[in-house]
């Protein structure tokens, strides 16, 4: 199937255009039900910024490939939607680990020219202590990060202005970061524990720009049952909110309370 992002030329099944509970499940389909079904890998793979941007990431993530290639449509197809409207934005992500997710979102950003800049936080030295009750990972887990060299990295690839890495745990962090920055575009909530991602997303629910995307990367994850639990018991339950996408991961939209649609 040809990339219908290009073409304009959507299968006929897929809804028409127009919003459903908050969402647009044309939107929605046309990224996941493309990506599982429709070929859409293949045209991601061959796309020269994807490529390019991958490329400076290498070794740096394991992130799954879908759900970075799910991230670069977001990025190529729907941001340029919501920038004119909110103005300079910013990415943030909530658990980078060795950096490479962070990388590959600011190397995009760079070479669509978009006004975004990322901010990736982490402690850097292993996660935080976790609820044995629910999560899977432990004290520690991801240690193995040399935050220097990877900053170093970050400058010799030229995202400098692009990129900026924030160490320390989220509460003492991220507060200072988003009363900081321009309006989120992007969360993307990566940090597998329960605490982690139900802190993320109280901390930036509010900071977003309207309509933006929140991305939960771990809880699809068999091994993140406690990222899964924060998004059922915040976001779906006490917000009300409809996810856009469940595959390859949770996405959702996040709008001001006096948005009707």
């Given at each position: 199937?040809?990339?219908?992002?290009?073409?304009?030329?959507?299968?006929?099944?897929?809804?028409?255009?127009?919003?459903?509970?908050?969402?647009?499940?044309?939107?929605?389909?046309?990224?996941?039900?493309?990506?599982?079904?429709?070929?859409?890998?293949?045209?991601?793979?061959?796309?020269?910024?994807?490529?390019?941007?991958?490329?400076?990431?290498?070794?740096?993530?394991?992130?799954?490939?879908?759900?970075?290639?799910?991230?670069?449509?977001?990025?190529?197809?729907?941001?340029?939607?919501?920038?004119?409207?909110?103005?300079?934005?910013?990415?943030?992500?909530?658990?980078?680990?060795?950096?490479?997710?962070?990388?590959?979102?600011?190397?995009?950003?760079?070479?669509?020219?978009?006004?975004?800049?990322v901010f990736g936080?982490?402690?850097?030295?292993?996660?935080?202590?976790?609820?044995?009750?629910?999560?899977?990972?432990?004290?520690?887990?991801?240690?193995?990060?040399?935050?220097?060299?990877?900053?170093?990295?970050?400058?010799?690839?030229?995202?400098?202005?692009?990129?900026?890495?924030?160490?320390?745990?989220?509460?003492?962090?991220?507060?200072?970061?988003?009363?900081?920055?321009?309006?989120?575009?992007?969360?993307?909530?990566?940090?597998?524990?329960?605490?982690?991602?139900?802190?993320?997303?109280?901390?930036?629910?509010?900071?977003?720009?309207?309509?933006g995307y929140v991305?939960?990367?771990?809880?699809?994850?068999?091994?993140?049952?406690?990222?899964?639990?924060?998004?059922?018991?915040?976001?779906?339950?006490?917000?009300?909110?409809?996810?856009?996408?469940?595959?390859?991961?949770?996405?959702?939209?996040?709008?001001?309370?006096?948005?009707?649609?």
């Open positions: 199937m040809p990339n219908y992002f290009e073409s304009g030329d959507y299968p006929a099944f897929f809804p028409g255009p127009g919003w459903r509970k908050g969402r647009s499940p044309r939107d929605g389909y046309a990224r996941a039900w493309g990506l599982e079904y429709g070929g859409l890998r293949d045209a991601v793979r061959a796309d020269p910024i994807y490529v390019a941007a991958l490329s400076l990431a290498a070794g740096r993530t394991i992130q799954a490939s879908d759900c970075r290639m799910n991230l670069f449509l977001l990025l190529k197809y729907f941001l340029p939607q919501l920038v004119p409207q909110s103005g300079p934005g910013s990415i943030v992500e909530f658990g980078s680990y060795r950096g490479g997710s962070a990388i590959f979102l600011a190397a995009v950003c760079a070479r669509l020219n978009l006004d975004a800049r936080l982490d402690t850097f030295t292993g996660m935080p202590p976790t609820d044995k009750s629910i999560d899977a990972h432990f004290a520690g887990n991801f240690s193995d990060v040399d935050l220097a060299e990877l900053r170093s990295h970050v400058a010799a690839c030229g995202l400098a202005q692009r990129l900026e890495f924030i160490q320390g745990v989220f509460p003492d962090t991220a507060p200072r970061v988003l009363e900081s920055v321009p309006p989120v575009l992007v969360a993307h909530i990566d940090c597998d524990a329960y605490a982690a991602v139900a802190y993320a997303w109280e901390i930036v629910k509010p900071r977003m720009a309207p309509g991305v939960f990367d771990d809880a699809q994850s068999a091994g993140c049952l406690g990222a899964t639990e924060a998004v059922e018991e915040f976001l779906i339950r006490r917000d009300g909110l409809h996810c856009e996408q469940i595959w390859p991961h949770f996405v959702f939209r996040v709008w001001p309370a006096t948005a009707h649609l």
